[in-house]
């Protein structure tokens, strides 16, 4: 009975650590289509935050920003329609801890413009318009730097596709915590039981 629940054990730990790792890095965003329910919370290393152009899908014009402790730097760049893969944009040096929120305005002709947040409460439509996870250099092919991928969803609910790739970069000195990954805590529960219900075999 010992050897059943140390099999059973074994196999939950393997669940548990597959759905907790399964979306770990993975690049472009893995559920196209859907709204991201991912949360994040940004926050400055210390020193010069610098974002590095990764690519884009987008049609319209957009450029990249910054909110620090919800206040616009004001810097805005990596156009689009301009940048190449590693240009990069120094936001300067920001405080350890600072709260950041990344932003993707868009400009359609010249006066149509939206603006997402990576942040859902700051977006007109309440969804997350961000996909993030940690970046190893060379993931992206060309791009060597490590860092705090965010890549957007450019249109509001009702016009999105959903696929967070319209514009991606590279943050460097940032700090990001995104939520968990669905699933991963009732498998949590469900080990936790089962080590409980060992011990007390045991005991």
């Keep these: 009975m010992k050897f059943g629940l140390r099999v059973l054990m074994g196999s939950v730990f393997a669940a548990a650590l597959s759905a907790s790792t399964a979306n770990a890095g993975t690049i472009p965003y893995p559920n196209a289509g859907t709204v991201?329910?991912?949360t994040y919370n940004f926050t400055a290393n210390g020193g010069d935050v610098t974002a590095y152009f990764a690519g884009a899908s987008a049609g319209y014009t957009e450029v990249v920003g910054l909110l620090v402790n919800g206040v616009d730097t004001g810097i805005y760049?990596?156009?689009n329609q301009t940048s190449n893969l590693g240009d990069s944009l120094d936001f300067g040096v920001q405080a350890a801890g600072a709260q950041l929120t990344?932003?993707?305005k868009i400009i359609a002709g010249s006066s149509d413009i939206w603006y997402s947040y990576s942040s859902p409460i700051a977006n007109s439509d309440g969804i997350q318009h961000a996909y993030s996870t940690s970046y190893a250099s060379g993931q992206i092919p060309g791009l060597n730097v490590n860092g705090t991928y965010?890549?957007?969803?450019d249109l509001p609910l009702g016009q999105a596709d959903l696929?967070?790739?319209d514009v991606q970069f590279v943050f460097t000195n940032v700090a990001g915590a995104p939520g968990p990954?669905?699933?991963?805590?009732?498998?949590g529960l469900a080990l936790l039981a089962l080590y409980g219900a060992f011990r007390l075999r045991r005991a």
């Design 36 to 38: 991201n329910s991912a």
């Design 77 to 79: 760049g990596l156009n």
């Design 102 to 104: 990344f932003v993707d």
């Design 150 to 153: 965010v890549a957007f969803e």
């Design 163 to 165: 696929d967070y790739n």
């Design 181 to 187: 990954v669905p699933g991963t805590g009732v498998l």
